[in-house]
T-cell receptor, first 110, second 111 residues
Framework: GEDVEQSLFLSVREGDSSVINCTYT??????LYWYKQEPGAGLQLLTY?????DMKQDQRLTVLLNKKDKHLSLRIADTQTGDSAIYFC??????????FGKGTMLLVSP | DVKVTQSSRYLVKRTGEKVFLECVQD?????MFWYRQDPGLGLRLIYF???????EKGDIPEGYSVSREKKERFSLILESASTNQTSMYLC??????????FGSGTRLTVV
């Protein structure tokens, strides 16, 4: 079945850039998503990219998609302490359900 | 914006109780989902529904059932709660082309 893999933990200093990586296996994925979960809360959709795109930028967020390698990344510029959270990568193909990675915990230190 | 509301943030129930977790969305979406989230295991799909009175099993349906009598409401039922069902439960509604919108979650503790 489909699988989505992420590293479990990333630690950066405030003001640095953060890059969270994700790999997926389903070559028919149509959309790929990044969600953010703050402690004790539900998941919040951060951004998404359609599979025929290579890059999408939204303010401090840059999503890069390498469809050949099935690799997705989320770059957060000028990372702030408020960006500390768990980030989930997810993919979907057609009308099937979202498949999530296990999440990357981002810790931003002052 | 789509709003997905879960009726309780925290619940404590006893082993063997029947537990209802309620989820309501306000945008007439057809697709709704229930996940549970556990440390180290990520999000696991329990059940989902493509329309009223329709339900499909996810990856871990055992010990759960669901009800979708109205389009806006999707209920998760624990027929006889057990301690291994202590978890964070997340409901979501699908926004076509925009992924899922999640509720705030219900943290259920079964004692």
């Amino acid at each position: 079945g489909e699988d989505v893999e992420q590293s479990l933990f990333l630690s950066v200093r405030e003001g640095d850039s953060s890059v969270i990586n994700c790999t997926y296996t389903d070559s028919s994925s149509t959309y790929l998503y990044w969600y953010k979960q703050e402690p004790g809360a539900g998941l919040q959709l951060l951004t998404y990219i359609f599979s025929n795109m290579d890059m999408k930028q939204d303010q401090r967020l840059t999503v890069l998609l390498n469809k050949k390698d099935k690799h997705l990344s989320l770059r957060i510029a000028d990372t702030q302490t408020g960006d500390s959270a768990i980030y989930f990568c997810a993919e979907i193909s057609g009308y099937s359900t979202l498949t999530f990675g296990k999440g990357t915990m981002l810790l931003v230190s002052p | 914006d789509v709003k997905v509301t879960q009726s309780s943030r925290y619940l404590v129930k006893r082993t063997g109780e029947k537990v209802f977790l309620e989820c309501v969305q306000d945008m007439d979406h057809e697709n709704m989902f229930w996940y549970r989230q556990d440390p180290g295991l990520g999000l696991r799909l329990i059940y989902f529904s493509y329309d009223v009175k329709m339900k499909e099993k996810g990856d871990i349906p055992e010990g759960y059932s669901v009800s979708r009598e109205k389009k806006e409401r999707f209920s998760l039922i624990l027929e006889s709660a057990s301690t291994n069902q202590t978890s964070m439960y997340l409901c979501a509604s699908r926004v076509p082309g925009l992924g899922y919108t999640f509720g705030s979650g219900t943290r259920l503790t079964v004692v």
